[in-house]
């Protein structure tokens, strides 16, 4: 009997305690853990120098309230502003919470140069923002808003098709109240769909030519998932608004906005606020996480991985063509796509200690800690290639 409401379909499995890429479950196996909490322990489980951050800083301080000067939440923003193209970071505690946020200062932007009747925002149908009650709006997934109506106003859609051209009838959805573009540079929960290169600079010139503002969602792909600090560097692009969460964590619950200085002129005292967010316990963990990261010598070895990763997962593709249609995915959000229904497929990676998790279009999403070793790497493949042998 559990007293948790019923919300999740949940494994029947806990664990004891992780360490880097394993989980050590109650009853004594032991798991690769490529799923890491969905791309939020992103140094793995128990790494030292977080333990070190979170114990030193628990003996100091753990919460102060915002009315007051948080050096160590400072010293975070600054070095999140030094590392990309942002002027300003407002933290917040989750992802939805930093999509709202990154919502709110856009349409404050618009209402502080006297515009505020631009206030929509346009959104790809079936996305990923959260699941507060604008965020699922945003999103606009039947799956997620059913029943719970009334719909929040202020959100059109644009669909993300697999072939060219990728936004069909983009310019048409953009009215003279929209206000920005918000997507997910990589679709997560969409089953790692990468926006290209090409069509991320295509959204900047039409926000450009209509002047409005460009968000792009790095909750799931941000952080050096990609391989790069944020997935839309590569790009060149430069977005007005980015809300993070996930992996800046490292497994404790921080969320922000980052915003460049146009757009911040909006958020003026007592336009937003969170009681937890930015406190020094988050701040501490999220320092180290970020001095980790950010360095360069790091975020090539994400990319190194990366590359072994993808080339193996593709020659197991073609020795099994009629099980695996595609693998998708870049840095270490990585997609297999299969043919049948994918439960099964992670169903059977389970039972061979690999743990894996579901997106949408029958993707396995394997999402290992950004540190995970060459041979861990290995050990999935062998597991892959194994379940692969045993559905054919
Ligand atoms: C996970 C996710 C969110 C929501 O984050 P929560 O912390 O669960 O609220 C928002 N956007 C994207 C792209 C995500 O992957």
Redesign the pocket.
Known sequence: MSYLAKNYNRKKISFKYGKGSYLYSIDNKKYLDFVQG???NSLGHAHPRLIKAIKDQSKKLWHVSNAFQIPEGEKLAKNLCKKTFADYVMFQ???????EAAIKVARRYFYSIGKPYKNRILCIKN??????LA?IYASGSKKMTEGFGPKIPGFDHIIFKDSKPRFPKIRSRIKRSTAAIMV?T????GGIKIIPDKCLRYLRKICNEKKILLIL?????GIGRSGDFFAFEQSKVKPDIV?I??GIGGGF?I?AVLMNKKVAVGMTAGTHGSTFGGNPLAMAVGNTVMDIVSNKNFLNNVKKSSRYFLSNLNKIKNQYPKIIKEIRGRGLLIGIKVFKDQTIFIKKLMDNKLLTIRAAENVIRILPPLNVKKNEIGKALKIITKVCSELK
Request: aromatic fraction near 4%; include cysteine; hydrophobic fraction near 35%.
């Open positions: 969905i791309a939020v505690n989750s992802g939805a919470e930093a999509t996305s990923f923002h959260g699941r507060t965020a997910e990589i679709l997560g929960e969602d790095e909750v799931q792909c809300p969460a996930k619950p969320g």
